[in-house]
C-alpha cells in the first residue's frame, strides 16, 4: 500500500496554470485512472518582503496584497520530494508558502 499526503500551495493567479502542470507531470494529483488531479480556489495573499529578500511582487518593508490561487492535491509518500522540487521550480516566489499531511487515504 502506498501512503497519501495531501498538499497545499498557494501562488500568483496568473501562474496557476504552470505550477498546476508542473505538480502534475511531477506525479501529483494521480487518483485511480486520471492524473493532474487537483482543487483550486481563488483567494488573497498577504505578506511584507523583509530587508535581505528578494520579492517577485512588492517592495522590501512594504505590505502587498495578491490574488492568488489555493492549490490542493494528493501525492505518494515516495514522490513528495520531487513533487515539492517541481512545485519551488514553477512558483515565482522566492519562498512559496507549502504544506504537506499524511491522509488516511492508501493506494493498492
Do not use: K
Request: with cysteine.
Amino acid at each position: 500500500m502506498t501512503q497519501l499526503h495531501a498538499l497545499v500551495t498557494y501562488v500568483p493567479a496568473d501562474h496557476a496554470e504552470a505550477v498546476l502542470t508542473a505538480l502534475g507531470d511531477a506525479g501529483a494529483g494521480r487518483i485511480g485512472n486520471y492524473s493532474h488531479c487537483a482543487f483550486t480556489a481563488p483567494g488573497t495573499g498577504r505578506f511584507t518582503p523583509l530587508t535581505g529578500s528578494r520579492p517577485f511582487i512588492g517592495a522590501v518593508g512594504q505590505s502587498e496584497q495578491v490574488p492568488e490561487v489555493r492549490i490542493e492535491c494528493v501525492v505518494e509518500a515516495e514522490l513528495l520530494d520531487a513533487v515539492v522540487l517541481a512545485l519551488r521550480s514553477a512558483h515565482p516566489y522566492e519562498e512559496p508558502a507549502l504544506m504537506s499531511w499524511e491522509v488516511n487515504g492508501h493506494r493498492s
